[in-house]
């Protein structure tokens, strides 16, 4: 296995360090997947720049946008990023019980979230080709249409963040390790 550096905004190239000191800020540390991202600055940067448009300029809530993005982690197995988002999701306010819920691979009991939930795993189960079942149970839980194009800003970020992770397999972070999970097994919140 090849070992990856995890940069941070001090080992960083310039190209990378403004993101990586960006987050640091934000979490009180850098992210191992920012930090392996970072190897190369087109990705970093590709990334910080749609998650900031994901998270500044979209539509769902901070509860949803975790929602999605854990159902992504879990949908393309990684380790790493289910254990960021499930401490991420609990501090936007994601009731644990849906967080239990998506770490074992089913969909929360509130519909709203089952619906957020379908949805992105459909867009990556069927890379893309939604059925028009997808789509309305998606708008009957409240969504718009437009959010719909909204959930692929939130895959597409995923996909890095996750394949990062699942290549590199970097170690959680003291503040995500209590929140450790393996493929195919639940472990709690």
Known sequence: MTSYQIHTADTASEAAKEPLAVLRGAFGFVP???????NSPALLNTFFSAFGHFRGGGTFGPDERQVLL???????GSEWAVAF????????GVEPSVVEALRRG???????????????????????????????????????????FEVITGVAISAMTNYT????????????????????HSSGV
């Open 32 to 38: 191992a997947a920012a930090g392996l991202m970072a």
């Open 70 to 76: 854990l159902s992504n982690a879990i949908a393309n």
């Open 85 to 92: 988002h499930t401490l991420e999701a609990l501090a936007d």
């Open 106 to 148: 089913d969909l929360p009991t509130d519909p709203r979230m089952a619906a957020l939930s379908a949805l992105t795993r459909a867009f990556i189960d069927k890379r893309g080709r939604l059925d028009d079942a997808d789509v309305a149970a998606f708008t009957a839980a409240g969504f718009t249409e437009e959010q719909l």
């Open 165 to 184: 992770a699942n290549v590199a397999r970097p170690p959680l972070e003291p503040a995500v390790r209590p929140h450790a999970w393996t493929a195919g």
